[in-house]
C-alpha cells in the first residue's frame, strides 16, 4: 500500500531540487538516460527539467577545466540529478569571458556555483584595481570564506589528524582595492574594517560553529600594532563571544598562529581571521594536509554558496598534462550535494574518495603517485558503487 | 529615561555619575523581591545578524517537556524528508534545575537565531526567584503579540463548523506581570499592569494584522465594566487605534459575554484583541470547540523575534511517550515557521499533506476521533507529501 523504498527516495530527491530551481532552463552536461526525471514533478516549477537541481558552473583557469571536467565525469557516472549551467569566466582571457552580470544573475538564481580557481595577473592592463574574483565576491556579497582542513587518510604528511575549520571575511580589509600614489613614490593601500562586517563574519564563525558542533573559536588578528582596524575586528568577535557562552573563544596574533599552526596544529578548531590573514592561513594550512589538490572550501552570502578549492592556485605548470589531482575539487561537489539536501550522494562521492586514498594504488603526482588526473577520477567512479 | 530626566534637571557630572554608578551596581545584591518588582520588562535589544547562510537559516529548537520532543522529533523527520533548508540548534532545559541557566542560553540562542519552534517548557521549581520559563521566555524577548490562528478542519467532527478566527492576546504584561505581594499577612495583593504603550503596540498589531491578511472585522475583548481603569485604557487604545483603520469594523466584548458568544455562536467572529489573561482563557476555549490542544499553532511576535509553538502551550506529560500525543499541533507551528522564513514552497506542502491527512484520509489521533497512533499520522502525512510530488496533483 505504501511506495516503495526507492520511490520515495527518488521523489524526495525530486522534491528538494525542485526548491533550489528556479530559472529559466540551462545548459544541461549531466544528462541522465534513466534516471529520476522520468518520473517528473513539472507542475511544481514548471520552468525547472523536472525538479532537478541548478548549479551554476565556472571551470576557471588554468588546471581548472581538467579538474571541473572530472567532477562532470562522476556526477554522470553516478547518475546524480544536477544540471550545470556553465560558463567560461576569466580575467586573464577578457575577450573569451562571460560578462559578469551573466555569472552572478545565473549564481543568484541558482543559489549554488561550482568554481574553478581563477588566474589574476600581478598587474592591472585597465587601471582596474579590482580583480575579477573580487568584483563577483562583491557582486554576490559572499562575505565568508570556509576552508575545511582536514587530514586525509593515506596522504603522508607532517602532522596527523589535522581538522580546523578556517573562516575568513573576505570582502573588505586589505582587498578594498583602494590604492593611490598620494605624491610619487609614496604609495597608499587603504585597509578598510567595518563594525558590520566584522560582527557579520564573527556571527558567521560562531554560527559555523555551533552548526558543526565544534568547541573553540579563535580569532586571528594584528591588533597589538593596527590597534584601531584589527582592533575593531577583534572587539567584535569579543562582543559575538558573548551569545556563545557555550563555545570557547580565544583570540591569537596572525604571526603567533602562523607558528602555531605549522607546529601544533591539532590545537585548532575554528578560525575567524580578516581577509589576508585568512589567505595567508589557508594556504599554511592546506599545506599541512597535503596541499592545494585536497583542500576544500566555499564561500557563503545570506542566499548563495559557491564551492571552490580551499587554495586557490591555478597550477598553469600542469596545464594540459593530466596530472593535477582533482581530489579538492571531487569534495567541493560533495560539499555542494551536502548543502542542496542530497545528502545520500554526498556521502557515497565522499565514501569513495576516502576508499581510493586509502586503498592507495591510485595516486596523483602531489601526493607522491604517478596517476592521472583520469586514472584518479576512474578510480572514485569505480568505487563509488561498492 | 531616567538619564533623560536627569538630563532635563541639568543635574552637576559628578552627581550623573553617582546615579548611575548605583543603578550599575544593584543587580548583585537582588533580594527576591527586587527581582520580582524593580527589573525592567522592557529592555534595549543590540541587534545582531540574522543566522541565514547561503540560503539556509538557524532556527532554534526548544523540545521542552511532556509530549515536546516526540512531537519535535517527527517535525525533523519531516524537515528531513523535503529537505527544508533550516538547521535546528537544540537546546534542551532541565524542568528540574534551581536556577535559570538552561533558560538564559535558549534566550541567547533565539537571539541570535532570531526564529524559535518550542514545545511547551516545565518550570517544576516554586521559589519565587525562579520565574515560569514561558513566561520569562516571552518577556525577556519582548514578545508582546501573540497569534492563533483558529480554523476548522473539515475532517474533525465538532459541534461547530466554518470556524475560522485569528486570536491576539497581549503576551508581556496585564495579569502575567507576576508582581505578587503579601501585603499584611493573609492578604495577598496580585498586580495587573496595563500599559498605554503596550495595548497601543499590540493594537495597532492586530489592525495591521487584519488589514493584511484582508480580515473585515477586529472585536476587542475586555472587563472594563469592572475593571474601569486598566482595562478600560486597553479598550480606549483599540478604539483610537481603530480610528486609523476606517475599512475595518471594530466592537468590543464583555470577556463573559464572549465566551457565551465562543461556544453558542464562535462564527461570529473574526480578528479578536485581547489582553493577557483573557487571551488563554479564549484560545483554549476556542481550541476545545474545534477538536482540543492538539491541532493549532500559535505564533509570539515582538519587534524583531518570533517564536512558534502549539497554541494551547499544554505540556502534556501524561501521554508523554506513549505513542498517542497529536503530532498536527507542532507541525502546524513548523509550517508557520517555514512561512516566517520565507520557505513558502515547502510550508505549502507541508499544510497540503497535513491538510488530505486529517480531511480526506482521516487518518487522526484518538483525540480527534480517530484510532491512529502519532508515528502512523506522520507517516501518512509523508506519504501524502509524496503523493503530490508523484501525480502531478496541485496542492495550492
Known sequence: MKMSRLARNVCRTLLQGSYMTHGSRGVQTASTVNGPAEIGISTLQSSSPEGRIKCTLIPGDGVGPELVYSVQEVFKAADIPVDFETFFFSEVNPTLSAPLEDVVNSIARNKCCIKGILATPDFSHTGELQTLNMKLRNALDLYANVVHVKSLPNVKSRHRDVDCIIIREQTEGEYSALEHESVPGVVECLKIITAAKSERIAKFAFDYAVKMGRKKVTAVHKANIMKLGDGLFLRSCEEMAKLYPRLQFEKMIVDNCSMQMVSNPNQFDVMVTPNLYGNIVDNLASGLVGGAGVVAGASYSAECAVFEQGARHIFSGAVGKNIANPTAMLLCSANLLAHVNLHPYSRMIKNAINKVLTDGKVRTKDLGGQSTTKDFTNAVIHSLCE | ?396
Open chain 2, 1 to 396: 529615561m531616567a538619564l533623560r530626566l536627569l538630563r532635563k534637571l541639568n543635574v552637576r557630572p559628578e552627581l550623573r555619575g553617582v546615579v548611575n554608578l548605583s543603578s550599575a551596581a544593584a543587580p548583585a545584591q537582588l533580594s527576591d523581591f527586587d527581582v520580582q518588582h524593580k527589573t525592567p520588562v522592557v529592555r534595549k535589544v543590540h541587534l545582531v545578524p540574522k543566522a541565514h547562510y547561503g540560503g539556509r537559516h538557524a532556527v532554534t529548537m526548544l523540545p521542552g517537556g511532556g509530549i515536546g520532543p516526540e512531537c519535535m522529533g517527527y517535525v525533523r523527520d519531516i524537515f528531513k524528508y523535503i529537505g527544508a533548508p533550516v538547521d535546528f540548534e537544540i537546546v534542551d532545559i532541565d524542568p528540574n534545575a534551581d536556577n535559570d541557566d538552561d533558560l538564559k542560553y535558549a534566550i541567547t540562542t533565539i537571539k541570535r537565531n532570531g526564529v524559535c519552534l518550542k514545545g511547551n517548557i516545565e518550570t517544576k521549581s516554586e521559589a519565587a526567584y525562579v520565574t515560569s520559563r514561558n513566561v520569562a521566555l516571552r518577556n525577556e524577548l519582548d514578545m508582546y503579540a501573540y497569534v492563533l490562528h483558529c480554523k476548522s478542519f473539515p475532517g474533525v467532527a465538532t459541534r461547530h463548523k466554518d470556524i475560522d478566527i485569528h486570536i491576539i492576546r497581549q503576551n508581556t504584561e496585564g495579569e502575567y506581570a507576576m508582581l505578587e505581594h503579601e501585603s499584611v499577612k493573609g492578604v495577598i495583593e496580585s498586580m495587573k499592569v496595563v500599559t498605554a504603550s503596550n495595548s497601543e503596540r499590540v493594537a495597532r498589531f492586530a489592525f495591521e494584522f487584519a488589514k493584511k491578511n484582508g480580515r473585515k472585522k477586529v472585536t476587542t475583548v475586555h472587563k472594563a465594566n469592572i475593571m474601569k481603569l486598566s482595562d478600560g485604557l486597553f479598550l480606549e487604545t483599540s478604539r483610537r487605534v481603530a480610528k486609523d483603520y476606517p475599512e475595518l469594523e471594530h466592537n468590543d466584548l464583555i470577556i463573559d459575554n464572549c465566551c457565551m458568544q465562543l461556544v453558542s455562536r464562535p462564527q461570529q467572529f473574526d480578528v479578536m484583541l485581547m489582553t493577557n489573561l483573557y487571551g488563554s482563557i479564549v484560545s483554549n476555549v476556542v481550541c476545545g470547540i474545534l477538536g482540543g490542544a492538539g491541532i493549532h499553532s500559535g505564533r509570539n511576535y515582538g519587534d524583531h523575534y518570533a517564536v512558534f509553538e502549539p497554541g494551547t502551550r499544554n505540556t502534556g506529560t501524561a501521554i508523554a511517550g506513549k505513542n498517542v500525543a497529536n503530532p498536527i499541533a507542532m507541525i502546524n507551528a513548523s509550517i508557520d515557521m517555514l512561512e516566517q522564513l520565507g520557505h513558502h514552497f515547502h510550508a505549502d506542502l507541508i499544510k497540503a499533506a497535513v491538510d488530505k491527512t486529517i480531511n480526506e484520509d482521516h487518518i487522526m489521533t484518538p483525540d480527534l476521533g480517530g484510532q491512529a497512533s502519532s508515528t502512523q499520522v506522520v507517516e501518512a502525512i509523508i506519504d501524502n507529501i509524496d503523493l503530490y510530488m508523484k501525480n502531478k496533483v496541485s496542492f495550492h
